[in-house]
């Protein structure tokens, strides 16, 4: 475990115990979980409070397939990096809407710090490491510019 956490991250899930199961994979992967949403009002108010730097998000929500839209927000104007978690791959909007690539459901701990630390690799340092395994990496990180960031 991590002394002291470098990467504040936010769930956006709708199924209450697999959030409180990211909650703790997460802290013990040195992050610091900075609020949990299962909708599109609850993520806005956390992104804008809390300013995270990484979120994970459902594409289906209580309100809807609204994860992608939640994705779009969070990248244009909170310069978040974003993954989805999804159990309908297909769902996935075709460009990402900016997010890193997805995971599908079910995932194990092991998944998740794998992308956790993809993740941290990706916002600090701007460079890509090998995706994890189970996890579909965005096409637009596929060709990448010289400077990646859309953000």
């Known amino acids: 475990m991590i002394a002291s956490p470098d990467l504040r991250v936010m769930i956006v899930e709708d199924q209450a115990l ?3 199961e990211l909650e703790l994979v997460l802290g013990e992967s040195g992050c610091d ?4 949403a299962m909708d599109t009002t609850g993520a806005f108010a956390i992104a804008e409070r809390e300013a995270p730097d990484l979120a994970l998000i459902d594409v289906n929500l209580l309100d809807g397939m609204t994860g992608p839209q939640i994705a779009q927000k969070l990248v244009a104007e909170h310069a978040c990096a974003v993954v989805f978690l999804t159990a309908n791959p297909e769902q996935i909007p075709e460009g990402f809407a900016g997010a890193l690539g997805a995971v599908s459901k079910p995932f194990d701990e092991q998944t998740i710090r794998a992308v956790v630390d993809f993740a941290r690799q990706f916002i600090r340092h701007r460079t890509l490491g090998t995706p994890p395994r189970r ?5 637009w990180l596929m060709t990448p510019p010289d400077d990646i960031a859309p953000h």
Do not use: E, K, Q, T
Request: net charge positive; with cysteine.
């Open 135 to 139: 996890f579909r990496l965005a096409p």
């Open 33 to 36: 979980v900075v609020g949990c």
């Open 18 to 20: 697999l959030a409180m």
